[in-house]
Nanobody, 116 residues
């Protein structure tokens, strides 16, 4: 069955960086776009970024554009989210999803906390 396992979350200071990873299995990874979304405490799910199965095409929410970078390694069945210049407002549970326009499966999430 489809499995998406996120890792790399943790505690960061404002202005710091974290790199999230999502290891995928149970489907042909290179055939699917992949996405990241997040849910902050008390708020709904917010789309963050997506990448087509063609690794050259990426998409970002305005709130993260220029600070976050999505990438993928089809040989490792893994999608990444490099997060730089982190802000306290980026504190959330970050989820990896299979798909781009429509998310078919979600991982369990990895917590990112940005605080001084």
């Amino acid at each position: 069955q489809v499995q998406l396992v996120e890792s790399g979350g943790g505690l960061a200071q404002p202005g710091g960086s974290l790199r999230l990873s999502c290891a995928a299995s149970g489907f042909t990874f290179s055939s699917y776009g992949m996405s990241w979304a997040r849910q902050a405490p008390g708020k709904g799910l917010e789309w963050v970024s997506s990448i087509d199965n063609d690794v050259s095409v990426t998409y970002y929410a305005d709130s993260v554009k220029g600070r976050f970078t999505i990438s993928r390694d089809n040989a490792k069945n893994t999608v990444y989210l490099q997060m730089n210049s982190l802000e306290p407002e980026n504190t959330a549970l970050y989820y990896c999803g299979r798909g781009r326009l429509a998310i078919m499966d979600w991982g369990q999430g990895t917590q990112v906390t940005v605080t001084s």
